[in-house]
């Protein structure tokens, strides 16, 4: 397939075009390098340009005979979208749909799309099936289920089939060490924990140890990028074979604490970590974990890396090889 990547030089697109190439697929990658690298991109060829540029877009479809599309691309900062809502709701649902609609315009019919576990808002059961309510709680949230509720709308007006991809925390790295997670800045605990490690930063900050958790700090489902991109080119043959549209919840389905990937880290490392518990975060659930029967049942996915050891690893062996690209 000739697949266009969206947001390719950024952390899990780069993982995915990688994946993509690995597969056979040949791939063009969109990426404004906003948040992104440009070396991340080097198993497709860049195109190095934004979302918003409609006539960019139009020369791309023309260009090239796009059998799917797959989008990574937008701001993800859920403090940053609490106080510039506009930028986020600008890029990751304006653009989108720039995007979407140059998809009509040129009669590309697949479409998988990177949402998130933000749209849920806050847990009301202890795991996450795709029938909880979507009420988030921040404009990121919101951005992506905006997004979701749109393309129910193109499937229906134009036939165009989407996946939506609800990922919970994406962790771990190519495990070849040739890619990896290099955020600026870092709000992702286990690259956070590993700066710790290898001395880039003095300590971690552990928001809150008193919730009602077996050792009091919060507990979050991290998914290794690799799951994901299998999750997401499995989605992709799924879609195309039935002709549907589908939504699904990506994440290992076992919780680990803060406190468990700092002892985690301490393990794989042998650094030690020091840590100083600070207030909670406003917003803050006690545990937020998914329950992915469903992608494993219909798209016959099954984590590979799901233990926190093992994307700990990788992850650590990026921070340690890498130079900042
Ligand atoms: N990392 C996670 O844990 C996580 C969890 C849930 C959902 N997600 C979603 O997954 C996607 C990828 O996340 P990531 O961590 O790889 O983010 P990232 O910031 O590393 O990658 C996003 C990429 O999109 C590019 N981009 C942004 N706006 C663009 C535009 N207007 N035009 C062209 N390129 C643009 C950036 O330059 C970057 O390369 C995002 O949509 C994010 O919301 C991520």
């Known amino acids: 397939m000739k697949i266009l990547v969206v947001g390719g030089a950024g952390y899990i697109g780069a993982h995915m075009v990688k994946w993509l190439a690995r597969a056979g697929h040949e791939v063009i990658v ?44 937008a701001f993800s900062l859920v403090g940053e979208s609490m106080v510039d809502p506009g930028k986020y ?43 909880h309510p979507q009420q988030p709680i921040n404009p990121y949230g919101q951005s992506k289920l905006m997004v979701e509720r749109l393309l129910e709308d193109y499937d229906r007006a134009h036939g165009l089939k989407s996946t939506c991809l609800r990922y919970f925390n994406a962790a771990g790295a190519d495990p070849e060490g040739e890619l990896g997670e290099s955020h600026n800045p870092e709000t992702h605990l286990i690259p956070l924990v590993l700066q710790v490690a290898s001395g880039r930063r003095d300590r971690i900050s552990v928001f809150g140890d008193d919730y009602d958790t077996p050792d009091g700090s919060c507990i979050r489902d991290y998914i290794h990028v690799q799951d994901l991109c299998d999750a997401h080119l499995k989605a992709l043959d799924w879609m195309r074979l039935s002709e549907r549209s589908g939504r699904f919840n990506l994440g290992n389905g076992k919780g680990f604490s803060v406190f ?58 990026w921070e340690k090889n890498s130079i900042v690209i």
């Open 89 to 131: 709701y600008r890029n990751n649902v304006a653009a989108t749909l720039n995007l979407l609609d140059a998809m009509v315009r040129h009669g590309v019919r697949h479409f998988v799309f990177s949402s998130t576990a933000a749209t849920f808002g806050s847990p009301q059961s202890e795991r996450i099936t795709e029938a």
């Open 30 to 73: 969109l990426d404004n390098l906003s948040t992104g690298h440009r070396d991340a991109a080097r198993y497709g060829s860049l195109v190095e340009g934004d979302l918003a540029d409609e006539w960019l877009l139009d020369s791309l479809f023309k260009d090239n005979q796009f059998d799917a599309v797959m989008h990574f691309a």
């Open 260 to 317: 468990e990937v700092i002892d985690s880290v301490r393990r794989v490392t042998e650094h030690s970590i020091p840590y100083e518990v600070t207030d909670r975060r406003r917003g803050d659930p006690a545990r937020l974990v998914a329950d992915a029967a469903f992608a494993q049942e219909v798209l016959g996915w099954q984590t590979k890396y799901s233990d926190v050891d093992t994307m700990v690893a990788h992850a650590w062996w």
